[in-house]
């Protein structure tokens, strides 16, 4: 367990969370090289119905491997109608505090914070608490994300 922390304290050290320049938001899948990116990556077709931000398609691709935060993620990227809308990157609980540590370095303080996620609306980006996971999101999921952050 102190390893896992030290590890992670020192992966924040060196770590960066402006956003990555994997994450072209606005795009279609194929502006993403996911064989590069990815150890694997799988593609799921989803129903519409689930996202908001969809009316005829929600595809995610499931980017196994994606090196962030010291150690290669899960990273879901998300496309509604053909364009990214957001990316989810899972890390470890361990990893929480220091890298929301790393985003207030970064960034200043949240925009807003709850028990379960630190929102950082300029870089439109956050920390997720309830499931451990970095967001990034896109000018057009904007106003989802920062809605559901400012209720």
Not at 49 to 69: I, K, N, R, W
Request: glycine share 6%; proline share 6%.
């Amino acid at each position: 367990m102190l390893y896992a922390f030290l590890a992670a304290a020192l992966s924040a050290a060196n770590f960066n969370p402006a956003l990555p320049v994997d994450f072209q938001f606005g795009t279609g899948q194929d502006a993403h090289d996911f064989s590069a990116m990815c150890e694997t990556h799988t593609v799921r077709e989803m129903n519409p119905a689930e996202m908001p931000l969809a009316t005829t398609s929600h595809v995610q691709v499931d980017c196994h491997g994606y090196d962030y935060f010291g150690a290669g993620r899960l990273a879901e990227f998300v496309f509604a109608d053909g364009a990214l809308t957001h990316v989810w990157v899972l890390v470890e609980e361990t990893d929480l505090d220091p890298l929301q540590a790393a985003f207030v370095d970064a960034f200043g303080a949240p925009d807003v914070q709850a028990p379960v996620f630190a929102a950082f609306f300029e870089q439109r980006a956050a920390v997720r608490r309830d499931v451990p996971e970095a967001l990034y999101y896109g000018e057009a999921a904007a106003p989802l994300f920062e809605g559901f952050f400012s209720q």
